[in-house]
């Protein structure tokens, strides 16, 4: 079969055309092929930061994102309908045999939905742009918080603050009633309630494994008149996660998610307007290994 993939320099893999399959999409992360009554998710090692895909990728990111939503679907699943179908890609026919060791560990067979076109983020701490919101305002996405919080303090209770979907560059925070004139003032608070209680269960769980998990971002669709979980769930690429025994207020604790790139890139000359520089090895070395500890400490597994 011919090579229908690109890796970089570090055997990250950067890009995915399997011409055997019809493509759907492609974002940031992820390649979307169609199987008919469901969709075939391939997770790249691509990362991004401040709105650009890096030229460089990280080594498994892809992997852990796609078996740490695996293991997130399957935690959640008494909590809300989801679109996981199987990861196990090698038992599928209508996956080319030629793409299975590729696929590996790193694509999820979903099933199809409509999805809303918001991001339902909940905030649990004060940080990032809440955190530079609440500063400039004293309010989070025009909630209303009291005054003199620190940042990264935890909030008196989690804040629901959607966004609407970019297909490229920044997501935009809206408010609850825009949210609700775009899908609907019964799905808008059903979208609310399903997050926080998600966002709640998350947390709870990721503090028992010495996790704390700041703020997240889901996104839902329709499937079978059904509200249903989509895309990935819960990973260091939608999610900050602070280790809690190196938790304190007034300083940006350190992560498990894509922050140390994006404190590496902070040192850099980049101007944020033109292509982005490659990452040193050190940066994907240490990038790979916060992402490998995410997946171990939340779900007790090693990488397959």
Known sequence: MRRE??????????????????LVSRGKVRDIYDLGEHLLIVTTDRIS????????????????????????F??????????YASIAVREDRRVPAGYHDLLSGRAM??????????????????????WSDYRKTGAVSGIPLPPGLRQAQRLPAPLFTPATKATSGHDENISFAVMATLVGEETAAALRRLSMEIYQKGAAHAEGRGIILADTKFEFGLHAGQITLVDEVLT?????FWPKDQYTIDQ???????????????????????PPPPLPPEVVSRTREKY?????????????
């Open 5 to 22: 993939w690109t890796t970089d320099a570090n055997g990250a893999l950067i890009e995915t055309r399997l011409t055997d399959l019809a």
């Open 109 to 130: 067979i979903v099933v199809k939905a409509e999805v809303f076109a918001v991001e339902c983020v909940v905030r649990g701490y004060l940080a990032g742009s809440g």
């Open 292 to 304: 490998l500890e995410a997946l171990q400490r939340l779900s007790g597994r090693e990488l397959r």
């Open 252 to 274: 940006s604790p350190p992560s498990f998610d894509k922050q140390f790139v994006r404190d590496y890139l902070e040192t850099t000359s980049w101007d944020k307007n033109s």
């Open 74 to 83: 399957g935690f959640l699943r008494d909590a809300t309908p989801n679109h």
């Open 236 to 240: 260091p690429d939608s999610s900050r």
């Open 49 to 72: 930061a401040f709105d650009w895909v890096l030229p460089t990728g990280i080594p498994d990111k892809g992997k852990v994102l796609n078996q740490l939503s695996e293991f997130w």
